[in-house]
């Protein structure tokens, strides 16, 4: 494809998503990728559909995300594993538990519904919890996917539409352009950055930089925990260690193998595992559900999260590039975001009005430095 | 978790690993041989208590169980260095230091799916005879086999021995190359006393060349298979198949440590050293070539290992050559015909555990484009079985390794994770 309107860099979630939205609204669409498609940072993710509030302008993201990933689910293959599930929040304390009620409070206004349980609810609702904690948050519009099946399925409908995608990695970029590895240069109307964590390769200055994570798959087994179970102290985990931090984290496979996560730690791309955060995080996971402990454990592996210093993501123009636009830096909810991320992305190209308020995103909003994140 | 030091860590108790063993500890280093068989012996000299062994399996276990190696019954769970190994001792998890390890992990079979392979009754050629050996009663019972290569010959013997009726011996080979093969390989006296003693012990078999299992049917078990001899189909009525499309070298651990492979095998130089400093191997794990060169090998790697300065491997050279030498004859006289690959049906499983048949997999995807896709290879054996089919199928590069090795329950490896950087116990 000779000067495509839009060159997607990046073929990830959500990358496939803006390609996808850029081909359904007639736009010749041009997406690169090094790797696999779904084989970065999506590849390594848990799946999880979840809204989160750390700011209003997340929340109404996320309720505008999976009001579209709800829409969207009917049309996705068995192999995408779509799974409502719902989020359930495991309040530990007391304390916790009051979060539970202001955060239902919260969510009630962005239209999500909610319903807190007390002890005996989440007893009854996941028998598996160990006993002793206050109650939770269910967040029943949540939902559970295998986001590689879905890229791949998004692909297929955007090459239905004319988008092309290619294999190869890109070297850099400039206004309206990017170049390959092998020294071509593709010219586009514009371009999308939207690799993930190594965006930051590509676009300088660009506030994004990996953070890694670990995550344990279980053996098969039957089915006994029925939501993604995560902890409402996930974001003042008191479990750090140099800045690196762990919190519970777990996700019933439609298999009925166990996703376990989940750690934090700025490491840069290293590979390899830190073990000794990853005990603490499988330490973490065994508390809350003991059942946990017998579990076989058959692989392990990390992934790294496009991290911004205000845990808010990238999306919109970049200013210091003409033509060039930003989709990244969501952390861990890039996969939650995507269909979100990419309707703002083409609605900022064609010039209409955001769905959602879009300001809380602008790439170039000031920002805390990195190092001090 | 306990700690515990040696000089020289063994991986295996086959002939390369018993050999690396002996060697290592008869020059005086502290020698820890570790293999997950109860017996030492791998599995061509695997055996039950009393049982009968070859002279040079006996000889072997002689020199080891003199030389001072301790042989213990355990599993290597995890790696966090080279020279740091977390092996679980029979539910008793060790951090192993070591200043050298000697990977000897031998070979396991190659599984290529034909429909019905999964059925009860149907097993690998050396999956057979390892339940023979276990105990498996098989007087009267009807047997088919279909492999490649030198291992039909003792394992159809011993089935007839135990008073089996095995019906059919398939090589999928053609009956030229095996014919060009013997008269070279068949030079050496004791291969020739061997074959032809296997080959009158299992004299009622018809053997077949150019022959090779289409599909095994059956409804609860195994019932009858219809095989393919030069082209032409005919169906067996049997109790147990026994086929594999011959070996190939068994190389989780080393993958998992990081050291670089040749084709399927471990790359090593002439000192049985591989791409990994303080890690050698030896034996089928480096390439098959029977148990002859995988002694001489062994001998070497723990001689290196030992610190002899590379001695042996240059007292060995020629005989190390020599061995290279069968084991590429072995490999070019039973390649795998290119039907064996082009005849795999799209129904045939291909991934057991994740449920992933032949007809999911676009030969053209690359390895990490398949399993993002279809997750074949990611279930409980993470590939162990299906990796070796996508390598011969689709020409794939064997998967990397992640931990842990051979699946622990999860607060047993967090705990063990917890121990590994907590200061020595003595």
Redesign the interface.
Known sequence: MTHPDVLVIGAGMVGAWTALGLAERGLRVLVVDG??P??GST?AAMGHLVVMDDSPAQLALCAHAMMRWRTAAPELPP?AEYDPAGTLWLACSDDELAEAHRKQEVYAVAGVSTEVLDAVALGQAEPLVAPGLAGGLRVPGDAICYP??IV?TLLERAIALGAIVINQAVRAIRPGGAQLTDGTWLEAGVVVVAAGPQSGMLVPDLPVIPRRGHL?I???APRRIHHQLVELGYLHSAHTLGGASVAFNVQPRVTGQLL?GSSRELVGFAPG?N??L???M??R??AIVPA??????????TGFRPATPDALPLIGAWPALERTWIATGHEGLGITLAPATADLIVAGILGEPPPVPSAAFAPDRPMPTLAAA | MRRRRHDVVVVGAGPAGLSAAATAASMGRSVLLLDQAPRPGGQIWRHRAGASLPARARHLLDRVRESGAVHAVATVVDAPAPDTLMVDFGGRVDLVHTAAVVLATGAVERLLPFPGWTLPGVTGVGGLQALLKGGLQVRGRRIVLAGTGPLLYPVAASLATAGARVLAVLEQAPFSAVAKFGTRALRDPHRFVDAVRWRATAWRSAWHHDAWVVRAEGGERLEAVTISVGGRERRIACDWLGAAAGLVPRTELARLLGCALEGEAIAVDATQATSIPGIWAAGECTGVKGDAAAVLEGEIAGATAAGDGGGMASRHAVARGQGIAFGRQLADTFALQPALRTRVTPEAMLCRCEDVRVGAIDPAWTARQAKLWTRVGMGVCQGTVCGVACTALYGWEPPQVRPPLAAPPLAAWARWLTDVDSPTES
């Open positions: 790797g696999v779904g084989g590849g192999s590689p099946a791949r344990v279980t053996e098969r376990v595992l073990r000794e990853l005990a603490m499988l330490a996971a065994s946990l402990a017998g579990m076989r454990v058959i692989r392990s592996w």
